[in-house]
């Protein structure tokens, strides 16, 4: 026995606790990669505080039977925090006699800061809170945007909300609701960002609170909003209402720049890793060794800019694409955002009210018309985008497309038709 199993040992029989044996999830720590039961264990065999030992302990013991039985046995319920009817998942155990200090595992959602920016301080007093009321494990962050606090009791559950409320900390959204945004690290990181990302994401946010802690909708609504079209947040395909920055203008080109980058790498790598792999080939490489790109075939891929953001830079003219309707599977499988807006300046008081009225409009209609347990972007699918476009008070636009370069949403067979009014509109937009 190694001197640190002689430790731990110790301090088991000073607690008087019997672990349980759990010799599959040990399986589960071999291999090159962090295992989560790792993480468990220590908290079952390190942690000071002795119901965080024992609570972990019978959470290993649980989960150890249900791989012994192929069988899950955690059941859903009701828990909730004064005047919230959502942010709380409920996790009751369907053992409870057998695994007694895990029987309640109840999981927190709290939302984090725009862009995911925490102070050192903060952290350490959500994790002093958590300590206190709950099992000590945490998650940063899943796709749901949540710090997710998982494992405490019914009781708990009101003194660790209480708690860290008072310090500015909400729940996020759990449930048939407006879920927790979430927003890419910004201009405050990124060279490549476009707009203002967290403006946008505590403006949505902000104004649908009660959407979010009152659920009332058919399902759940998603907001994410990406600086740019690398989207970080996975936005295109997992929000019903993705905000992505871009450009209008021309991209900006150091022509120096990209000679030292020729000069470094040499013609031949760029050639292969950038001018060969832009996907509508806008880019060339001159004779003297400078690059040129034909911007009107620019689709921004992004790859260029990302291998050498010292020579390519997104344009000035800058605003974002809104797209509606993505969604992970279910029902008619994955979906991705069916651009609805494609560029919206995002600078003026106006622009913004726009963002949140255009926002307003599409969650009332799809409560109004979605069936329950349906995403935003099935809703579409089933009523066709005509319908959706005409229930949230938007026109029919010529780059509205489903799959770019490949196929239109807009019916052919009006296709004339709607596209000469665009150009009128364009041509009075243009003489105003």
Not at 189 to 195: G, P, V, Y
Request: glycine share 8%; hydrophobic share 30%; charged share 30%.
């Amino acid at each position: 026995m190694s001197v640190k199993e002689e430790e731990i040992k110790k301090f088991q029989s000073s607690i008087k606790m019997t672990t349980h044996e759990t010799p599959m999830l040990d399986e589960l720590e071999n291999g090159p990669w962090p295992s989560f039961i790792s993480g468990i264990k220590r908290l079952r065999d390190t942690h000071p505080e002795q119901r965080i030992n024992e609570m972990t302990n019978d959470l290993l013991g649980q989960l150890e039977h249900s791989y012994e039985t192929r069988k899950g046995y955690w059941k859903g319920g009701t828990v909730s925090v004064y005047g919230y009817g959502g942010g709380i998942i409920p996790r009751f155990s369907e053992v409870g006699n057998a695994f007694p200090k895990s029987k309640e595992f109840h999981t927190l959602r709290v939302q984090p800061p725009a862009g995911n920016y925490y102070t050192t301080d903060s952290l350490r007093d959500l994790a002093d809170s958590w300590e206190k009321h709950g099992s000590g494990l945490v998650t940063f962050h899943g796709q749901t945007g949540n710090i997710m606090f998982i494992g405490t009791s019914s009781e708990s559950t009101q003194h660790f909300f209480d708690e860290i409320n008072e310090k500015g900390w909400d729940l996020g959204g759990a449930g048939p609701c407006v879920r927790t945004a979430m927003s890419c690290v910004g201009a405050g990181r990124c060279e490549m960002s476009n707009i203002n990302e967290h403006k946008a994401h505590r403006l949505l946010v902000n104004n649908f609170m009660d959407d979010m802690h009152r659920p009332a909708l058919p399902y759940k609504f998603k907001f994410k909003v990406s600086g740019c079209p690398n989207d970080c947040m996975n936005s295109i395909e997992r929000a019903d209402m993705s905000i992505i920055g871009t450009w209008r203008d021309d991209m900006k080109v150091n022509q120096e720049e990209w000679k030292n980058f020729i000069v470094e790498k040499g013609r031949k790598y760029a050639i292969d890793n950038i001018i060969t792999r832009c996907p509508t080939n806008s880019l060339s490489l001159g004779d003297d060794d400078t690059i040129h790109v034909d911007n009107k075939s620019c689709v921004r891929c992004m790859h260029c800019l990302n291998v050498v953001p010292k020579a390519l830079h997104p344009g000035d003219d800058k605003g974002a694409t809104i797209l509606m309707g993505g969604k992970r599977t279910l029902k008619i499988g994955d979906l991705m955002g069916t651009v609805i807006k494609p560029f919206v300046k995002l600078e003026k008081e106006e622009d913004w009210e726009y963002l949140v009225e255009l926002a307003e409009k599409t969650i009332d209609f799809w409560a109004d018309n979605a069936l329950e347990h349906e995403r935003c972007g099935e809703m579409i699918e089933r009523i066709g985008l005509h319908n959706f476009l005409e229930g949230i008070e938007e026109d029919v636009d010529v780059n509205m497309v489903g799959h770019p370069r490949e196929s239109s949403y807009v019916r052919l067979d009006d296709f004339d038709k709607e596209a000469k009014k665009w150009y009128e509109k364009a041509d009075e937009r243009g003489s105003a």
